[in-house]
């Protein structure tokens, strides 16, 4: 069995996927409990991005999420205060602890 056939085997089995959906899930409920206080960093993001200000697009935290990628919205070091905090592509909230690693 190679490596890519056991990841797959590993991810398959169902308290994995148990684990993951309850992750999920929090991650979500977080997000959502979390939008009143934050929602103003993606606002700040997107007026940013929209205007150019490559100042303020220079402090968004450069912490990735493992399935949405680079979505935290908040400055860098934000993160002995609040758990990283963005929108998924479908707009959801979504809050998370830790990082995936880079490509």
Not at 63 to 84: A, F, L, S
Request: hydrophobic share 35%; with cysteine; charged share 30%.
């Amino acid at each position: 069995m190679n490596c890519e056939e056991r990841i797959a085997a590993i991810l398959a089995d169902p308290e994995v996927q148990r684990i993951g959906a309850l992750i999920e899930e929090e991650e979500s409920r977080s997000g959502q409990e979390l939008r009143g206080e934050l929602q103003v960093f993606q606002d700040r993001y997107e007026t940013a991005a929209r205007e150019g200000d490559t100042a303020a697009l220079a402090r968004v935290c450069e912490g990735k999420h493992g399935r949405w990628g680079r979505i935290c919205v908040q400055d860098t070091g934000h993160e002995t205060r609040t758990p990283h905090w963005g929108l998924t592509p479908d707009g959801a909230p979504v809050a998370w602890i830790g990082g995936a690693p880079d490509d």
